[in-house]
């Protein structure tokens, strides 16, 4: 956690504060006005335990073409997203400890909802976390010229031998790919299947799939039948789709975790009680549920299939935050698709309490591969401070951690109704809704709805703005 000296230097003196909020990173607003100064300040305590191992002069380095040259084609210049960060507990079976999450956005508000949640879950003591499993598949299909020829090919790619010459093959080409599960069926006269690897601390979608055409193509010399021919991948594979199966099926890290809000501490942070969050939780699921499976007749076929896809995945916003730690970490953003798929869950303890549960099984993260190498996203894993063994798995409890951060932040702000957004008015417009340069405000108000639109706008009166006094301040 940064330091008390930390807090006191970025943190304005407020009459209420009495250090409650100790432990948390700065909120939204004020780092919209903090100075350069300020700002290296910052780094400065958020990395304070891992500075001497960390360069952060990655993160304002301006590379030339070559430090690009293997991760993109066509490089004609770089684009520039800010980066925020936030802290959060996570006692998990990788992760254990305090870890500063940076969060690549260019979204107002998801850096400081999410720290807001943060905030709380660090006040209970940091959320449980397991990994359950680890899995990437690729889908290869073979089609025959008929059933029978078909039947036979799936006889023998079931045998146990078949399995580990495959095994072997597939190590042999790519030493991170462990091939520990596979499944086919017959569908007339094609032959579907997956296979399941063990990517180690990489992502693996290129890895599995590199695997699986090398060891086919040799395996296939010592096949009974000889498929007309095969296709590497049909979409089983779910490789950046969402899909009702990865709930159950799961594929990249399988994560849960859990979070026990003493009902005080979560009127404290937020001006909410447990019993309304845990009713939001339940009449969300609900309706989740109707608006993804009542599709109206007139809706097109694209929108059904769409709206059945999506039947598992009631999050709140665990895409956005997913998305930050992606682009941050040098990851590939459209692994956001399969990786937001999963449950938010809130409910009553005995003793009045929430329980906040989330469980995302398909989550596509890792430390090693593609854009992790470069300068920048390199810091931003460094600043993370992960172990050095198992640091996939610790990693995806990190990522959790920092999403159900965002889930509580969100869901507070809704229910506590201290959330609301201000568009940017046209050019005809004056724009009051604006703050100095231009940007659109996006608030969710601790402190009140008359203050913030005193800080928006500033038509608040001053008795008005006195009515807020007893709501949180950030």
Not at 434 to 447: A, K, Q, R, Y
Request: hydrophobic share 35%; aromatic share 6%.
């Amino acid at each position: 956690m940064p330091s008390t000296k930390f807090i006191k230097k970025l943190r304005p003196k407020k009459k209420k504060d009495k250090d409650k909020h100790k432990g948390s990173m700065t909120s939204l607003a004020e780092t919209q006005t903090q100075t350069p100064s300020e700002v290296e300040t910052r780094k400065e305590y958020i990395t304070e335990s891992v500075l001497s191992k960390v360069n952060l002069d990655a993160l304002n380095e301006k590379d030339d073409s070559n430090t690009f040259k293997s991760n993109i084609e066509n490089y004609i210049g770089t684009v520039k997203v800010p980066v925020g960060a936030v802290q959060v507990k996570v006692n998990g079976s990788h992760a254990n400890g305090s870890y500063t999450v940076p969060l690549a956005t260019t979204e107002t508000s998801l850096v400081g909802t999410c720290n807001r949640g943060c905030q709380l879950i660090n006040m209970c003591g940091g959320i449980e976390s397991v990994v359950m499993k680890k899995q990437v598949q690729s889908a290869p299909i073979f089609q025959f010229e008929n059933l029978r020829l078909a039947v036979k090919f799936d006889e023998w790619l079931g045998l146990p031998a078949t399995f580990e010459s495959i095994k072997v093959n597939a190590i042999a080409v790519v030493e991170e790919a462990t091939l520990v599960k596979l499944e086919h069926s017959v569908h007339g006269n094609s032959v579907y299947s997956r296979w399941y690897f063990d990517t180690g601390d990489a992502v693996g979608q290129n890895i599995s799939t590199y695997a699986t055409k090398e060891a086919m193509e040799e395996i296939l010399k010592t096949a009974p039948v000889q498929p007309s021919s095969w296709d590497l991948d049909v979409g089983l594979a779910r490789n950046r789709q969402a899909a009702t199966s990865l709930m159950l099926d799961g594929r990249g890290v399988y994560v849960t975790g859990e979070v026990v809000c003493p009902k005080e501490k979560l009127e404290e942070v937020f001006h909410v009680s447990a019993e309304k969050l845990a009713s939001f939780s339940r009449e969300s699921r609900t309706w989740q549920l109707i608006s993804h499976t009542a599709a109206p007749k007139y809706w097109h076929f694209s929108h059904t299939v769409s709206s059945n896809i999506h039947l598992e995945g009631s999050t709140y916003q665990s895409a956005r935050v997913i998305a930050a730690i992606l682009v941050a970490s040098g990851l590939d953003a459209a692994a956001v698709v399969e990786s937001h798929v999963g449950i938010t869950d809130m409910k009553l303890t005995k003793n009045g309490d929430l329980r906040v549960i989330v469980t995302l099984p398909s989550l596509m993260v890792g430390t090693t591969g593609g854009g992790t190498k470069l300068p920048s996203q390199q810091a931003c894993l460094q600043i993370i401070d992960l172990p050095e063994e198992n640091s996939r798995e610790a990693f995806a409890e990190v990522v959790l951690a920092a999403v159900m951060g965002g889930e509580i932040g969100m869901c507070a702000a809704m229910v506590g109704h201290h959330f609301f957004k201000t568009k940017k008015r046209s050019d005809s417009e004056t724009p009051s809704t604006s703050i100095p340069n231009g940007n659109p405000v996006i608030v969710e108000d601790t402190e009140g709805e008359a203050a913030a639109e005193q800080k928006v706008n500033g038509d608040a009166s001053p008795e008005e703005i006195k009515k807020d006094t007893t709501k949180p301040e950030e």
